[in-house]
């Protein structure tokens, strides 16, 4: 069925449900309950005329150039549209008493109870979902054999030259005992030992999957680095390459994952003794608790950069999903500015399903920071998703050779700083053959004393719970 057709069965819906009136809508005045229906009114007449215009798109030829322009700028009118509906306090109340009762795993008739009772704000918020699945990204077109089997082999080289690598990355994790005197010194982040490491190891990475990384919009974090002082980068998050993307960037972060991630054997290992903090999602008072205690406490006692993605998990349709609330609570009580983070291109390098990523070049955008000191939780989220929405349109329609009026975006948003890392992949190819020779004796070295292995481990981490 059409993604009109749908919209039409689904108009009827809202419009049996419109006589009923005020028993749809939260409890208030007359007066707020007509403005409130009005409102909805005006929003599934815009619905319904994008409805249409989105059916004449999926009608068109997709391969044409144009046509991915025009559903991402579909996709951002449906968006922004959800947004301003959701900021209505009626909907929101019932947006999140829904999403509370869905994560306490209430009983399912309760839902359904409270779905029929707002049952109008439901079918328009149902039709929004709709249309983000229709209009999610086109999966890149299938590469050719000799793209996948060059593809392959820069994997199975990244594979081993990381297994490779281990006993070197692991002594990196005592670099951490000299932090606290260098800091003495004047060394600010991003200038310490274990930051460089992991910004090399990061760069290596990519220039051997044969990755370039393009920064932009670096005047947004001059402070940041050039002062030492912290962040909260967030990020766009569609693909695996995302992390090592930000890591191999300007600043140095530390990573916010699930927990899932730090059980993985080796690499869970390295990401904890690296300093990088794991989140229980599944247990919301967890979370919570190290969101403000262990996360806080590296930001004010250490000036330190957290990277977290607001979306929770990477986006299976290249498109901004919804963003949870944690994040931006953790900004809040911090007091940290919010650094939006635009990563634009990995997704067609690593698309869901795929087990290899390919080679190509990914565009790295720093936003203009948010402040947080005046405004709510709620302020800040939509602040956030708005600008990532408008850069991600943005960034579609210059790629279609679409020519933009003069001052139909806010003036912030033009970004003329560009850097890329040739001169330290460079570098790193350089060091590579070292680094395999000092990786090769470790290893060889240790070889026949892997019963010390996880004593040793035990020793490194309760010494890094010292720093």
């Known amino acids: 069925m059409s993604v009109q057709k749908e919209g039409e069965q689904r108009g ?98 309760l839902i359904e109870a409270l779905d029929r009772k707002y049952s109008r704000e439901h079918n328009i918020l149902d039709r929004f979902e709709q249309l983000r699945k229709v209009l999610h990204m086109r999966a890149p ?149 190290a969101i403000n205690t262990e996360i806080a406490a590296k930001i004010r006692r250490w000036g330190r950069s957290i990277a977290i993605s607001p979306e929770g998990t990477r986006s299976r349709s290249g498109r901004l999903t919804d963003f949870k609330k944690g994040p931006f609570h953790l900004a809040h009580n911090v007091q940290l500015p919010i650094t939006p983070i635009h990563v634009e291109g990995a997704w067609a390098l690593n698309p869901p399903g795929s087990m290899l990523i390919y080679p190509g070049t990914v565009r790295v955008e720093f936003l203009p920071s948010v402040a947080v000191e005046t405004a709510t939780v709620e302020e800040l989220l939509v602040e956030v998703r708005k600008r990532m929405l408008l850069r991600t349109t943005q960034e579609i329609e210059e790629s279609d050779g679409k020519e933009k009026e003069k001052g139909s975006h806010d003036c912030s948003l033009s970004y003329d700083h560009e850097a890329d890392l040739s001169g330290l992949k460079a570098k790193a190819m350089l060091a590579m053959p070292l680094v395999f020779i000092v990786a090769a004796a470790g290893f060889l070295g240790s070889a026949s004393r892997l019963r010390d292995c996880t004593g040793a481990m035990d020793w490194i981490k309760r010494l890094m719970e010292k720093q």
């Open 141 to 289: 077109a299938p590469r050719s054999l000799p793209r996948v089997v060059m593809a392959s082999m820069r994997n199975v080289a990244m594979v081993i030259w990381i297994i490779t690598a281990l006993p070197l990355c692991f002594a990196a994790a005592l670099l951490r005992i000299i932090h606290p005197p260098l800091r003495a010194l004047g060394f600010r982040n991003g200038n310490l030992p274990l930051d460089l490491f992991q910004q090399y190891l990061a760069c290596t990475i990519l220039t051997i999957l044969g990755v370039t990384v393009k920064y932009k919009g670096l005047r947004f974090i001059q402070d940041v680095k050039k002062n030492g002082t912290g962040t909260i980068g967030m990020f766009k998050h569609t693909s695996n390459l995302d992390p090592i993307l930000v890591t191999a960037g300007p600043l140095a972060f530390k990573w916010v994952g699930k927990r899932v991630l730090f059980m993985v054997p080796i690499f869970g290992w390295i990401m904890r003794l690296y300093g990088h903090i794991p989140i229980d999602r599944k247990n919301l008072a967890r979370a919570k608790e």
């Open 12 to 109: 009827k819906k809202g419009n049996e449900v419109k006589q009923v009136g005020p028993s749809t809508i939260s409890p208030g005045d007359n007066k707020d309950q007509e403005e409130l229906v009005s409102y909805l009114e005006d929003v599934e007449t815009y619905l319904k005329s994008l409805e249409q215009s989105v059916a004449k798109i999926m009608n068109q030829d997709p391969d044409a150039p144009k046509t991915e322009g025009e559903r991402a700028g579909a996709y951002f009118k449906a968006e922004m549209k959800r947004i301003e509906l959701v900021g209505r306090q009626a909907v929101a109340s019932y947006v999140n008493t829904r999403r509370r009762y869905v994560r306490e795993g209430k009983d399912p008739e």
